[in-house]
């Protein structure tokens, strides 16, 4: 659920500036005709969803909220219509500040951007496995962090994807937490892979350099797509996380070229064809259609 806290609206329909003080609680609005009550509405709805429901639907005759959401004086500068809101999450018991343009209503701030929160969804965690050989990644969203969801990525995406390629892993390096270590009879990530025949390699202990190739991925997903989405996307689900993870791995593995010794400027698909001399690659993720390259950060 979310409650209202306050809004400023700016050059929006008949309002010029307006600031309102909702205080988490129930309110009214009331005043003569013309006074700018449906301005506030309107407003605040477009602050949560980005459109204007009175300018859609039968008889409106495709009227847009960029042409007609602006003051009358600022039809021509639509750039200086906007609404800011700051809203109060119950479930998460934390305020969050939405502000949108009637320029581009599509594209949505929400303030503060915490990395491992994300809104509407709460804590969630990424497993990532990153082939030092190429540099192509696997990554998937959980909101726990336990041994099965470690096997999990593993077990769904990774043996899947090498096994039809007919490449035999040797090796996993990981970090000494609980998701990867444990008794080998009883930990059910050590028991995936001993039954896979993988040699499981930690990390020296404090040191995450040695374990360099995850790290620079995690900090590649937080600065090219979690915070660039999290931007523009009001999460509900993980499944709706995963799907923009999903999209941007493609691009990752497929689009994006990588410099340095090792890529020299191909992807990291590119990478693996060449050195195992194939046209093509299984799907780095479930199947969906993909038209263009998701862009990165500028």
């Known amino acids: ?7 400023h609206i700016e050059e929006v329909h008949g309002i010029r500036s307006l ?59 639509p750039d200086a219509a906007f609404v800011r809101a700051k809203v109060f999450l119950t479930d998460l018991g934390k305020s969050a500040t939405i502000t949108r343009k009637i320029k581009t209503p599509t594209k949505v701030t929400i303030e503060p951007a915490d990395p491992d929160t994300l809104k509407g969804v709460g804590k969630v965690y990424v497993q990532v496995i990153v082939d030092v050989f190429c540099s192509l990644a696997f990554a998937k ?9 470690a096997a999990d990525l593993l077990y769904d995406r990774v043996l899947p ?23 080998p009879e009883k930990h059910p990530y050590e028991l995936l892979l001993a039954m896979e025949d993988i040699e499981h390699r930690t990390t020296k202990v404090r040191n995450p350099r040695t374990n360099g190739f995850v790290e620079r991925m995690n900090r590649t997903l937080l600065d090219e797509c979690f915070r660039v989405q999290g931007r523009q996307t009001w999460y509900i689900q993980p499944d709706e996380i995963q799907r923009d993870l999903d ?3 493609r691009y990752y593995n497929l689009h994006r070229s990588h410099q340095g ?35 990165t950060a500028a």
């Open 1 to 7: 659920m979310i409650k209202l806290e306050s809004a």
């Open 19 to 77: 600031d309102l003080d909702f205080q988490k609680s129930t309110f009214a609005i009331s005043g003569p005709n013309g006074s700018g009550k449906s301005g506030v509405i309107d407003a605040i709805e477009f602050a949560l969803t980005g459109s204007i429901s009175r300018l859609m639907g039968r008889g409106t005759k495709g009227l847009s909220v960029a042409e007609h959401g602006p003051h009358v004086d600022k039809v021509k500068f």
């Open 141 to 149: 969203v959980y909101t726990a962090k336990m041994p099965v969801t």
């Open 161 to 183: 994807f090498y096994e039809a390629l007919g490449v035999k892993i040797g090796a996993i390096l990981t970090d000494n937490g609980r998701e990867f270590c444990g008794l």
């Open 247 to 249: 999209t941007f791995m």
């Open 261 to 295: 010794y090792r890529l020299k400027g191909r992807t990291p698909a590119q990478a693996l064809t060449d050195a195992l001399g194939v046209t093509e690659i299984p799907e780095i993720a479930p199947n969906e259609e993909v038209t263009e390259p998701l862009p």
